[in-house]
T-cell receptor, first 114, second 113 residues
Framework: KAGVTQTPRYLIKTRGQQVTLSCSPI?????VSWYQQTPGQGLQFLFE???????NKGNFPGRFSGRQFSNSRSEMNVSTLELGDSALYLC?????????????FGPGTRLTVT | EDKVVQSPLSLVVHEGDTVTLNCSYE??????LLWYKQEKKAPTFLFML????IEKKSGRLSSILDKKELSSILNITATQTGDSAIYLC?????????????FGTGTRLTVIP
């Protein structure tokens, strides 16, 4: 069974631009969660999508948004990029959500904002 | 404010040593505590703990939860270079419509041959 895939793996953007990251969950998984990982803050929850609906949300500004498609693939969008948005963005999928040990993480997208 | 604190932040040991990693938490509506190992990019699941005093074991790794002390430890015996990674502790604390999983910043373990 193929794992969680994320594209692109690396991305360099400049301040003020916007970016879209993609996550394809494990086949059959309906929940996708997004996380931001930085050296200073560690791993922080962004949001979770289940069956095309945002079910949970972390404490991030409105510049961070996401969506999920009918095939469970998910995209995350960050508008008006700031230097502090440089981070590793991880997505994780699970069968029915609930953010437990059933989550499987993707390899991440490394975003650098200059 | 819900938080998870891990210690030490980093640790350097020699192969064969035994290490103990710590995780303490302050959350409302605690459900479970999870340990992950992160090498390079994607964290991989190690243990989920829900009950105090019951040790979970997998090979040279073991973990136990103390709900009274709001903490957990992860032990690794006879360490190997392949154990070098960041070990993440996360606490599941369901809250309606909001974040359910709180991560610590991790402990970076380096095992020297």
């Amino acid at each position: 069974k193929a794992g969680v895939t994320q594209t692109p793996r690396y991305l360099i953007k400049t301040r003020g631009q916007q970016v879209t990251l993609s996550c394809s969950p494990i086949s059959g998984h309906r929940s996708v969660s997004w996380y931001q990982q930085t050296p200073g803050q560690g791993l922080q929850f962004l949001f979770e999508y289940f069956s095309e609906t945002q079910r949970n949300k972390g404490n991030f500004p409105g510049r961070f948004s996401g969506r999920q498609f009918s095939n469970s693939r998910s995209e995350m969008n960050v508008s008006t990029l700031e230097l502090g948005d440089s981070a590793l963005y991880l997505c994780a999928s699970s069968l029915n959500g609930g953010v437990t040990y059933e989550q499987y993480f993707g390899p991440g997208t490394r975003l650098t904002v200059t | 404010e819900d938080k998870v604190v891990q210690s030490p932040l980093s640790l350097v040991v020699h192969e064969g040593d035994t290490v103990t990693l710590n995780c303490s938490y302050e959350v409302t509506n605690f459900r479970s505590l999870l340990w992950y190992k992160q090498e390079k990019k994607a964290p991989t699941f190690l243990f989920m703990l829900t009950s105090s005093g019951i040790e979970k074991k997998s090979g040279r790794l073991s973990s136990i939860l103390d709900k009274k002390e709001l903490s957990s430890i992860l032990n690794i015996t006879a360490t190997q270079t392949g154990d070098s990674a960041i070990y993440l502790c996360a606490v599941e604390a369901p809250q309606t419509g909001a974040n359910n999983l709180f991560f610590g910043t991790g402990t970076r373990l380096t095992v020297i041959p």
